[in-house]
């Protein structure tokens, strides 16, 4: 039987990218699935693509929770995966000394304020039932400090703390709503595209981008939604406030070995 068989997912930021890997596994364990973006055009291609179910969502906009809220009111799965790194529409500063605060505020509005409210959400949707799973995509850069991207370290950290409060809150009201943190490094999205160009040293590029990381390869959104799939499923019931990183092994420590 599919691992995800009767259940409704609801992924955001799910146009493209790890959202849309993580849409399309859930589908392909039986789920029924929203796929949520605030790109309408790109969502609905991708929601045909897989054969789920759109609706339009900016994350940002309380509003727009509560439209879904009236639209998919129950709900047994919440990933809530939409956010940016600040850098979309070309180089602007993101460290600590020349960060612009409008800038700032714009990360973590997104990455922040969104993942609060599908939290919130979340719980709204599941509390009558009394069960369920959310999945907060944090980032490697949740548990590190990342100097020219502070902002976005700085989201991706109070995404990994939110996560542990509401797991915690859950648990104490006796719901058996569990609520997990993701924490990919780099994985190969739409979002590296610039970095590596089509010539012939993309090859050179992307080595020279994971070089540090001792599997010296990117990971693949499919990667993160295998175990995207484990926390929705009934097989990770005991797994709440839980941190889950898929890195390469880079946070394990150094993998050279001594002189």
């Known amino acids: ?37 605030k790109d309408i055009e790109m969502g609905r ?5 897989i054969g789920c179910r759109f609706e339009p969502l900016d994350v940002r906009e309380e509003a727009d929770w509560t439209r879904l809220a009236d639209h998919v009111p129950r709900t047994d799965v919440v990933v ?3 956010g940016i790194t600040g850098f979309e529409d070309g180089p602007v500063a993101h460290d600590p000394e020349h960060a612009d605060l409008e800038d700032w505020r ?3 509005r997104v990455n922040l304020d969104g993942t609060f409210l599908g939290c919130r959400y979340a719980m709204g949707a599941m509390k009558a039932r009394g069960t369920g799973s ?13 100097p020219m ?26 719901w058996k709503i569990r609520c997990n943190s993701i924490h990919p490094a780099a994985i190969l999205t739409p979002i590296w595209e610039p970095m590596l160009g089509t ?32 926390l929705a499923s009934d097989e990770a019931t005991y797994i709440t406030g839980a941190e889950l990183s898929i890195d390469g092994g880079l946070l394990a420590g150094s ?5």
Do not use: W
């Open 1 to 37: 039987m599919p691992r995800l068989n009767d259940k409704t997912c609801v992924v955001t930021g799910a146009a493209r990218g790890i959202g849309r890997a993580i849409a399309a596994a859930f589908h392909a364990e039986g789920a029924a699935v929203v796929l949520t973006d």
């Open 45 to 49: 291609a991708a929601a045909d693509a």
């Open 80 to 82: 809530n995966n939409a």
């Open 106 to 108: 714009a990360v973590h």
């Open 134 to 146: 959310i999945i907060n995509i944090s980032s490697r850069s949740g548990l590190v400090g990342i």
């Open 149 to 174: 991207a502070a902002a976005y370290a700085s989201s991706k950290a109070a995404v990994r703390n939110h996560s542990k409060s509401v797991a915690l809150y859950c648990a104490q009201r006796g």
């Open 199 to 230: 010539g012939p040293d993309r090859e050179t590029r992307m080595e020279a981008l994971v070089a540090d990381t001792p599997l010296k390869r990117f990971g693949l959104p499919e990667e993160v939604a295998a175990i995207a799939v484990l």
């Open 255 to 259: 993998a050279a070995t001594p002189g």
